[in-house]
């Protein structure tokens, strides 16, 4: 099983805790696309700014607290907070369309942006994937890219362990296939350890290139809050 699932699905519970957290009323389904709307937006709003982690809160009365864990802050934020504001006025427009789709435009939406600042991006494995796919993009050897990005996670000494995966027509070669590096361990299946994972897409125009990342922080004994 921890060979086939994301390894963050895996541990949800156990040293994992939830990207979503509410209380499903009798649409789930609504709440589902809401959430999933409010992913989307970002991502595409803000590419650049190296997003880590997005999680959200909802309350009773439809109040989403939203946070963001993200490499370069200063994107998402802008000038005297402008970033944010049109960021929140975009996911609320986009969750205004939903409701209007369903026939309750006049509900009540209000929306608390919260930003951290990722402190080690080099031992972050989504924002590794990002960064191999933008150098991906610039037209850099698929080998070389994957050397390089291993050799700085494994200078950290919370790293034990790492892989590199990349799926598709890589350097533009006319057969699609898989490549791989790996240094140290991955117990996969080991629940409480620590496994980071992240995955990104590089878009080349030869096709788009998938970026799969795992990085190995040894054992934890306590739930992630």
Same mark, same amino acid.
Do not use: H
């Given at each position: 099983m921890g060979q086939k699932i994301r390894p963050n699905l895996l541990r949800l519970g156990i040293t994992e805790n939830w990207r979503s957290r509410w209380w499903p009323k009798k649409h789930y389904g609504n709440e589902l696309e809401e959430d999933l709307a409010i992913? %989307?937006?970002i991502q595409e709003k803000m590419t650049l700014a190296g997003i880590v982690k997005i =999680?959200? =809160?909802? #309350? @009773?009365?439809n109040t989403y607290k939203i946070f963001l864990k993200v490499a370069r802050p200063g994107l998402?934020?802008?000038?005297g907070g402008k970033g944010i504001e049109e960021l929140s006025k975009a996911i609320e427009a986009q969750l205004r369309a939903l409701l209007k789709k369903r026939e309750t435009? %006049? &509900? &009540? @939406? #209000?929306?608390s942006l919260n930003v951290e600042e990722l402190k080690r991006s080099e031992i972050?494995?989504?924002y590794v994937a990002q960064q191999i796919a933008w150098d991906l993009e610039k037209r850099m050897g698929g080998r070389r890219v994957m050397k390089k990005h291993l050799e700085f996670m494994m200078q950290n000494r919370e790293v034990q362990g790492a892989k590199i995966k990349?799926?598709?027509?890589i350097d533009g070669n006319e057969i699609s296939r898989r490549e791989m590096l790996s240094r140290g361990k991955l117990p996969l299946q080991t629940l409480r350890a620590n496994i980071d994972y992240g995955q990104a897409t #590089? /878009? %080349? #125009? /030869?096709?788009?290139?998938?970026? &799969?990342?795992?990085? /190995?922080?040894g054992e934890v004994f306590e739930k992630k809050s």
């Open positions: 992913r %989307n937006v =999680e959200i =809160e909802r #309350s @009773i009365d998402v934020i802008g000038r435009p %006049n &509900k &009540k @939406i #209000s929306i972050s494995a989504q990349l799926s598709g027509r #590089s /878009y %080349n #125009s /030869y096709g788009t290139i998938g970026v &799969k990342v795992w990085i /190995y922080k």
